[in-house]
Every structure is written in structure tokens, then in C-alpha cells.
């Protein structure tokens, strides 16, 4: 454990409290990137107490981090905490929220699985119970389907090659933050970790799609990516999730559309003007994970023609158009209903299963 400020600078955590960041949301001052750079290399290198740490994460969440203060934790992360393992394919990057849901089903399974059967690869990452919520994401889906999820990174690599989706475990691709998490889970709030973890991007991959409460957070997260020295994304979609996670919601959702050169933009997307008539409570299960793995498992397989075919089908869409790989959602919408109706969305649930 470190113990001397010489290591690392002139900035620990108690100093950074009480002179820069500590005196609450109205007065305190920003830091500047190599301050917060050195402050996450002293939590990561376990050096701060944890009064002092949760002090720190409560201070950074009443003050509202910036952008340049969110890319120094990121780049850090990435440096220090990071296993990335690229696959040969160039796969779109979804940065679910790790805290997973509580009331609607869990969609991006299926949405990835039919990605990935109509030639759009998809990498998603989540963690285990990860603080605060504790809720199903997407490992435990996946462990309900039968697919192996506890890989390290270069597994989940060949993964995503041999099939056109994968799965990378944070505790294998991310140790440094699975090594915060008693202490996360004990300040009972989100802290910026919260944030950073969805952009570790372990795949090394090109395009991100992730979601969003608001849309400043939106525009907070793509400057977050143009300020960060790791960070190498061409492009970025970020939408209004269900549950903050990266579902498209029933009816009316906001997107922000972000490439470098190019800027970002946002728009609206409706799930009716595709012939969708859902609303989100349409969505809701009782059993989060089993009911999840179950409808991932009907809608691939062509057994059902509900709203939650209509749901997984628009966000495989999406997935395909965060790629370029189709110039519209509803050019995706025909491209996975194809793979629904030839088996194609089946076949690669077994090829992970078989994995």
C-alpha cells in the first residue's frame, strides 16, 4: 500500500478536500487533470482511509465532476486497472449501467445475439452486483442462459470472434475497480466510478453506445472521450435508456450522436413510427434475470411476436446503425427480423452456449 506522497505528487486526498473540492456544490473549485489524475492513482493504489475516500467520492458527487476531471480518472483507470483484449473484429462497445435493473427485462442479450447473427459484433461488460442498485445486468442473464461469463479477457475476445457477441467480466478486465468495491458498497450512493467503469472499453473497440438520464450527461460523457488520452472512439451514441441502461424505451426516446470532426447532434427516436404500439410498463417483468433469459431465449428463437420481440428487434437495429453497418433503424429493423425468421439469431445463442 502507498504510503508517501513522493510517489505520487503533492495532492492527497485530505489535502484535495480541503483545498480544492471539500467546501460543497456552491463554493467548491474544479481540479485540474493532474490532480484528479494523481487522486485516483492514490485510491487505486489503496492509500486513502476510507473516511477520507468517501468523503472524497461524496465531495466529487455534490460538486459535479467535469469532463477534463472525469477523463483523468478514465485515463488512469485505463492505464492502471485495465486488461484490454481486442478482437480481430471491430465490435460496437455497450457500456450498459453496471448497476443492472429492477423492473423491466434486460434487453440487450437478445439485442446484441441479434446483432451479431446479422453481422454487427457486439462487446458488452458488466460486473456482479455491482454498487448501488445490485441488480441483474447483463452477466446474470447470460449465466441463466448457460453462457460462461467468468472469462478473462482474452477469452471474451475469441468470444466476440468466433460468435459476433461477447462478454467481458469486470472483476477479470478491470481488477483495480473490483477492488473497490467493498467500499463502494458501503457508501450506499453512486459515486464517479460508477461513470467511468461503462467507458473502460476492454475491447479497445471504435464505436460506443451507452445511455443516459439526461441529455447534459450525454454531452458531459462525449467531452468526457475528446478530452481522454486512452480513449480512441471515432463515435458515440448515448440514449435515454430504460432504467438508465442501454435499452431503447417504448414511445419516445432521446438520442445524442457523437463522431469525431463532426460533432455531436440529438434527435428522436419514436417506437411507434416503426409500427410499435408499447409503452415501458409493457416491459416490466417480475423475475428480472429469469424472466430476461427466458424472453432473450423465445424472441432468438422466433417464438414470440409481442413487444418484447418488437423491443429486442429496434435495439439489435440500433446496435447496427451505432456500427454503420445499416444507414437507418428501419434498414435494421428488416435486417433482424431476417435473422429471427432463418435461424440465424438462434444459432448464435447455441454457439454461445457451446463456447
Same mark, same amino acid.
Given at each position: 500500500?502507498?504510503?508517501?506522497?513522493?510517489?505520487?505528487?503533492?495532492?492527497?486526498?485530505?489535502?484535495?478536500?480541503?483545498?480544492?473540492?471539500?467546501?460543497?456544490?456552491?463554493?467548491?473549485?474544479?481540479?485540474?487533470?493532474?490532480?484528479?489524475?494523481?487522486?485516483?492513482?492514490?485510491?487505486?493504489?489503496?492509500?486513502?482511509?476510507?473516511?477520507?475516500?468517501?468523503?472524497?467520492?461524496?465531495?466529487?458527487?455534490?460538486?459535479?465532476?467535469?469532463?477534463?476531471?472525469?477523463?483523468?480518472?478514465?485515463?488512469?483507470?485505463?492505464?492502471?486497472?485495465?486488461?484490454?483484449?481486442?478482437?480481430?473484429? !471491430?465490435? $460496437?462497445?455497450?457500456?450498459?449501467?453496471?448497476?443492472? =435493473? /429492477?423492473?423491466?427485462?434486460? #434487453? %440487450? &442479450? +437478445?439485442?446484441?445475439?441479434?446483432?451479431?447473427?446479422?453481422?454487427?459484433?457486439?462487446?458488452?461488460?458488466?460486473? !456482479?452486483? $455491482?454498487?448501488?442498485?445490485?441488480?441483474?445486468?447483463? =452477466? /446474470?442473464?447470460?449465466?441463466? #442462459? %448457460? &453462457? +460462461?461469463?467468468?472469462?478473462?479477457?482474452?477469452?471474451?475476445?475469441?468470444?466476440?470472434?468466433?460468435?459476433?457477441?461477447?462478454?467481458?467480466?469486470?472483476?477479470?478486465?478491470?481488477?483495480?475497480?473490483?477492488?473497490?468495491?467493498?467500499?463502494?458498497?458501503?457508501?450506499?450512493?453512486?459515486?464517479?466510478?460508477?461513470?467511468?467503469?461503462?467507458?473502460?472499453?476492454?475491447?479497445?473497440?471504435?464505436?460506443?453506445?451507452?445511455?443516459?438520464?439526461?441529455?447534459?450527461?450525454?454531452?458531459?460523457?462525449?467531452?468526457?472521450?475528446?478530452?481522454?488520452?486512452?480513449?480512441?472512439?471515432?463515435?458515440?451514441?448515448?440514449?435515454?435508456?430504460?432504467?438508465?441502461?442501454?435499452?431503447?424505451?417504448?414511445?419516445?426516446?432521446?438520442?445524442?450522436?457523437?463522431?469525431?470532426?463532426?460533432?455531436?447532434?440529438?434527435?428522436?427516436?419514436?417506437?411507434?413510427?416503426?409500427?410499435?404500439?408499447?409503452?415501458?410498463?409493457?416491459?416490466?417483468?417480475?423475475?428480472?434475470?429469469?424472466?430476461?433469459?427466458?424472453?432473450?431465449?423465445?424472441?432468438?428463437?422466433?417464438?414470440?411476436?409481442?413487444?418484447?420481440?418488437?423491443?429486442?428487434?429496434?435495439?439489435?437495429?440500433?446496435?447496427?446503425?451505432?456500427?454503420?453497418?445499416?444507414?437507418?433503424?428501419?434498414?435494421?429493423?428488416?435486417?433482424?427480423?431476417?435473422?429471427?425468421?432463418?435461424?440465424?439469431?438462434?444459432?448464435?445463442?447455441?454457439?454461445?452456449?457451446?463456447?
Amino acid at each position: 500500500m502507498a504510503q508517501t506522497t513522493q510517489e505520487f505528487g503533492d495532492w492527497p486526498l485530505k489535502r484535495l478536500m480541503t483545498e480544492v473540492v471539500g467546501s460543497g456544490h456552491k463554493s467548491a473549485d474544479d481540479m485540474t487533470r493532474e490532480q484528479a489524475r494523481e487522486a485516483f492513482q492514490r485510491i487505486l493504489a489503496g492509500e486513502p482511509d476510507a473516511t477520507t475516500l468517501g468523503a472524497f467520492w461524496l465531495a466529487n458527487r455534490w460538486k459535479r465532476n467535469t469532463p477534463e476531471e472525469l477523463a483523468a480518472y478514465t485515463d488512469v483507470m485505463r492505464e492502471e486497472a485495465v486488461v484490454t483484449a481486442e478482437p480481430d473484429c !471491430d465490435p $460496437v462497445d455497450c457500456g450498459a449501467n453496471y448497476d443492472g =435493473k /429492477h423492473t423491466s427485462a434486460v #434487453l %440487450g &442479450v +437478445g439485442a446484441g445475439v441479434v446483432a451479431a447473427a446479422a453481422g454487427t459484433p457486439v462487446v458488452v461488460h458488466s460486473g !456482479d452486483r $455491482v454498487p448501488t442498485q445490485k441488480a441483474t445486468a447483463y =452477466k /446474470h442473464v447470460l449465466d441463466e #442462459l %448457460g &453462457v +460462461g461469463t467468468e472469462l478473462e479477457p482474452a477469452e471474451s475476445a475469441e468470444m466476440v470472434d468466433e460468435t459476433g457477441f461477447g462478454f467481458y467480466y469486470q472483476p477479470e478486465f478491470n481488477p483495480g475497480i473490483q477492488d473497490l468495491y467493498d467500499r463502494r458498497d458501503q457508501m450506499g450512493v453512486r459515486t464517479f466510478v460508477n461513470t467511468i467503469e461503462t467507458v473502460a472499453n476492454p475491447a479497445n473497440a471504435d464505436v460506443h453506445l451507452g445511455s443516459f438520464y439526461h441529455l447534459a450527461f450525454a454531452k458531459k460523457m462525449t467531452d468526457l472521450i475528446k478530452t481522454s488520452e486512452e480513449l480512441e472512439y471515432s463515435r458515440a451514441i448515448f440514449f435515454q435508456g430504460m432504467e438508465g441502461y442501454d435499452d431503447i424505451r417504448p414511445g419516445y426516446t432521446k438520442v445524442a450522436e457523437w463522431s469525431r470532426g463532426s460533432g455531436l447532434e440529438d434527435y428522436e427516436i419514436e417506437t411507434a413510427e416503426y409500427g410499435m404500439e408499447m409503452e415501458s410498463e409493457d416491459l416490466a417483468v417480475d423475475d428480472v434475470t429469469a424472466d430476461s433469459a427466458t424472453i432473450t431465449e423465445e424472441v432468438v428463437g422466433g417464438e414470440r411476436e409481442d413487444q418484447f420481440a418488437d423491443a429486442i428487434a429496434v435495439n439489435g437495429a440500433f446496435r447496427m446503425y451505432a456500427r454503420q453497418d445499416v444507414d437507418s433503424v428501419e434498414e435494421g429493423l428488416e435486417r433482424a427480423r431476417e435473422v429471427i425468421d432463418d435461424g440465424s439469431a438462434e444459432a448464435v445463442l447455441e454457439e454461445l452456449r457451446s463456447f
